[in-house]
């Protein structure tokens, strides 16, 4: 078993990857297309941890720790901290929604970012990271979609037009969200093996950086540079 105390960014990742793929990938399926799926993904990724780390003394995985989704913890000081967000492949592929809009998926990651460093100042052997599962439901393929209530469906939707086909709506988004993250620190993208929901199907990646420093804030214009 991987010890606690020295977990890193690949070990993490491979933690990360098993625990989404003893999930089924009909239920998986199923949260994705049916509401916003970064506390469920959080839960299992943490109870993964709580059974497949060697933890030891006062060592264990907690939830919201000092507001952060997740932590491993020796008693009251923290090993490891983990910040999670979900976008769907719309909001990856539209650069105004990635970088530029009030709400971007920049800002939130950002904002995440210079959360874990500050708790990484009062706590220097913690290491921090932040992570972003992006995914797409191809509600093409069924035509009558709205009967099955599905989440985002029109920005789903909108995306696919957009982008001319739901497979190249996933490569661009996919894409833009590698770039992306790299900009932040090392990145180990991990694919999420999910079934269909009614018919339609559901591209998902998972994303984990390891944040070694706070990010200076116009590391947008690095990202859009990469992007272009």
């Given at each position: ?48 941890l709580n059974g497949h780390l060697f933890l030891e ?172």
């Amino acid at each position: 078993m991987i010890q606690a105390r020295s977990i890193d960014l690949d070990q993490l990742a491979y933690l990360a990857d098993s625990a989404f793929k003893d999930e089924s990938p009909k239920d998986l399926a199923f949260m994705f297309a049916t509401g916003k799926s970064e506390g469920y993904l959080r839960d299992v990724l943490g109870a993964y941890l709580n059974g497949h780390l060697f933890l030891e003394n006062l060592q264990h995985v907690t939830r919201e720790w000092k507001k952060h989704d997740l932590a491993v913890m020796e008693a009251n000081q923290p090993l490891l901290i983990i910040e999670g967000k979900s976008w769907i492949s719309h909001d990856a592929y539209r650069t105004s929604k990635l970088l530029k809009d009030k709400k971007s998926i920049f800002n939130g990651t950002y904002s995440d970012a210079m959360k874990l460093t500050k708790t990484k100042k009062k706590y220097p052997l913690s290491r921090i990271f932040i992570s972003t599962v992006i995914y797409g439901v191809d509600v093409d393929r069924v035509p009558d979609y709205e009967k099955f209530n599905v989440t985002y469906g029109e920005s789903h939707a909108k995306g696919i037009s957009s982008a001319g086909s739901f497979d190249e709506l996933i490569s661009q988004a996919r894409s833009h969200a590698t770039l992306f993250h790299l900009e932040f620190g090392a990145t180990r993208r991990l694919p999420i093996e999910v079934g269909t929901y009614h018919g339609m199907r559901i591209q998902a990646d998972f994303y984990l950086t390891e944040i070694v420093k706070a990010p200076k804030r116009d590391l947008i214009s690095q990202i859009e540079r990469s992007l272009n």
